[in-house]
């Protein structure tokens, strides 16, 4: 898992640092990567986040995208209930696949590490972070030349996660497939 989260997490890095790699040696404006920031509900980070996502024009209707969040889940999964105290810090990469001018087809899987945090006690509790595999399959609204940003989707996820009963017993990985969807909205800024 933390192989996969690296490989997303190098290939999103020598995307961004290199705004043409997908463009040709053309000037043109259209071919440059498109930066945009966005606040999602819900969505691959479970609660609600901030992201950042840039998107490469491969072709005239095909582009890429990658993306990179973090969000705040103020829940105490024992109780199930809202609790500012215990928190957990998901972060999140994706990559995507999307079809069409400025009406999108997107398609994308990601992954979800998720810290969690007691302020209370003082800092991280347990080694038992989770990790999640978010699928996306939804629309998005972004423009060329800026402006704007909207995205809705299903993002069902595959959650792995450590439980331990007691401290002398073995940690298990539990698996969940749990269906989710999420909204974000935005601002894409213009080409340079």
Same mark, same amino acid.
């Given at each position: ?44 980070? %479970? ?10 024009? !491969?072709? $005239? *209707?095909?582009? /890429?995208?990658? +993306? ?11 109780? %199930? ?10 972060? !999140?990469? $994706? *990559?995507?696949? /999307?079809?069409? +001018? ?11 590490? %998720? ?78």
């Amino acid at each position: 898992m933390k192989q996969l989260l690296l490989i997303v997490l190098c290939l999103s890095y020598a995307l961004l640092i290199n705004n043409n790699c997908l463009a040709q040696d053309s000037p043109d404006k259209q071919q440059r990567g498109l930066h945009t920031i966005y606040a999602e509900a819900l969505g691959n980070a %479970i609660f609600y986040s901030i992201g950042y996502d840039y998107t490469l024009k !491969s072709q $005239e *209707i095909h582009k /890429l995208s990658f +993306k990179f969040g973090f969000g705040y889940v103020p829940i105490d999964w024992e109780n %199930i209930r809202l609790k500012f105290n215990i928190f957990h810090l998901p972060i !999140s990469p $994706e *990559i995507s696949c /999307l079809y069409g +001018k400025k009406h999108h087809l997107e398609l994308g899987v990601g992954v979800t590490y %998720i810290a969690n945090f007691d302020f209370y006690r003082g800092g991280f509790f347990g080694s038992n972070h989770d990790w999640t595999i978010p699928f996306r399959m939804g629309y998005r609204y972004q423009k060329d030349n800026g402006g704007f940003f909207l995205k809705a989707a299903a993002t069902p996820f595959i959650w792995f996660m450590n439980h331990q009963d007691t401290e002398d017993s073995d940690p298990e990985l539990w698996k969940f497939f749990i269906p989710f969807g999420g909204v974000a909205i935005g601002y894409t800024f213009k080409s340079r």
